[in-house]
């Protein structure tokens, strides 16, 4: 599997061709995924998923506190695992 990474407190303007363009030096990103709610606003963060576990890392050491779009990036590794959620009762 891919190595995939969070990045959060995107601005709500922020596009996946600049997420790409910022990632793009440390290793081609295979896939960005900005998160939208029903209505298509985006969340405020995306996944982005790189090729290479080094580049990866690289690219999440860079970035971690850089601005984009006047917000501070967040980065971290995804943990999420693909679990399903528990249902709600």
Known sequence: MLPRLYVGN????TT?????AAFAPYGEPSSVKIVSDR???TKGFAY???A???AAEA????LK???LNGRTLD???DNSGGRPRPRRR
């Open 10 to 13: 995107l601005a709500h303007g």
């Open 48 to 50: 982005v998923q790189i």
């Open 59 to 62: 690219a999440m050491e860079a």
């Open 75 to 77: 980065i971290v590794p």
């Open 39 to 41: 209505r298509g606003r």
């Open 52 to 54: 290479d576990r080094s």
């Open 65 to 67: 506190g850089t601005q």
């Open 16 to 20: 996946e061709a600049q997420l790409k």
